[in-house]
């Protein structure tokens, strides 16, 4: 099962800051009102709230991702819709790693892995199974897409 609607284009957001930032709020708002679950684009797979400190600011940033299960690990991946660069919970990941983590109706702290490169490499084939759409972003762009596995404390 894909975690994203294949035909949902999501560049258009991460061309715009201001869309995204309103389109990220009102999937934090669903997925708090309806027990972690969401509709549209996400309708039917798997995400999570991941809450980050921001790596210049210091402050606190809220994101929701699509993960995966992949050899019993939880997985989030750094596609950014196959833009050029990673997205900005990336960068916050590699300077705090320290995390908050929200599924579902349940909420605990964790630590981010990003998996090196021959990890990515294995995990990534894996990651298209479940969600095809991953290889179409990876195809967009000349940067290998990170992963990062989601331990818990």
Known sequence: MSDIDPDFDKSELVADAAALDDFNRNVVEE??????????????????LLHTTGAKS?????????????DDRMLIVGS??????????????????KVRVE????????????LPADERDAAYPK??????????????????IPLFELVRA
């Open 103 to 114: 599924v579902g109706t349940e909420a605990y702290d964790a630590t981010a892995r990003e």
């Open 31 to 48: 997925f708090r009102a309806n027990g972690g679950k969401v509709g549209g684009p996400f309708e039917g797979g798997t995400l999570l």
């Open 127 to 144: 990651i298209i199974e479940r969600a095809p759409v991953f290889a179409e972003y990876q195809s967009k762009t000349t940067r290998a």
């Open 80 to 97: 950014y819709a196959g833009a050029p660069k990673d997205p900005a919970w990336v960068h916050n990941l590699r300077a705090n790693p």
């Open 58 to 70: 210091g402050q606190p940033r809220l994101s929701p991702l699509a993960y995966l299960d992949v």
